[in-house]
């Protein structure tokens, strides 16, 4: 079955730097745009970056400029690289493979002095 598992959350202070890790199996995602979605207590889950295919990449307003997603087909993992972290970034955060019910456990990032 397709699976994805979300890694490299923790604690970290304001202004500071964290990389999440997504590890895709059952599915290649070669052949799929991935996203990484965040959801904060009381909030709705929401897109933070998309990596296409092809590689080109987009994201949210709230992280352009702070955000980077990247990935490795061969090692079928999408990476969010988090820097200047903010206390509202606080939330547990989730790669899917675009469009589908595909979604890892999440990770959670707390920001915090």
């Known amino acids: 079955q397709v699976r994805l598992v979300e890694s490299g959350g923790g604690l970290v202070q304001p202004g500071g730097s964290l990389t999440l890790s997504c590890v895709a199996s059952?599915?290649?995602?070669?052949?799929?745009?991935m996203d990484w979605y965040r959801q904060a207590p009381g909030k709705e889950r929401e897109l933070v970056a998309r990596i296409y295919a092809g590689g080109m990449e987009d994201y949210a307003d709230f992280v352009k400029g702070r955000f980077t997603i990247s990935k490795d087909n061969t090692k079928d993992t999408v990476w969010l690289q988090m820097h200047s972290l903010k206390s509202e970034d606080t939330a547990v955060y989730y790669c899917?493979?675009?469009?589908?019910?595909?979604w890892g456990q999440g990770t959670q990032v707390t920001v915090s002095s």
């Open positions: 899917n493979f675009r469009g589908t019910a595909y």
């Open positions: 059952g599915r290649h995602i070669m052949y799929s745009d």
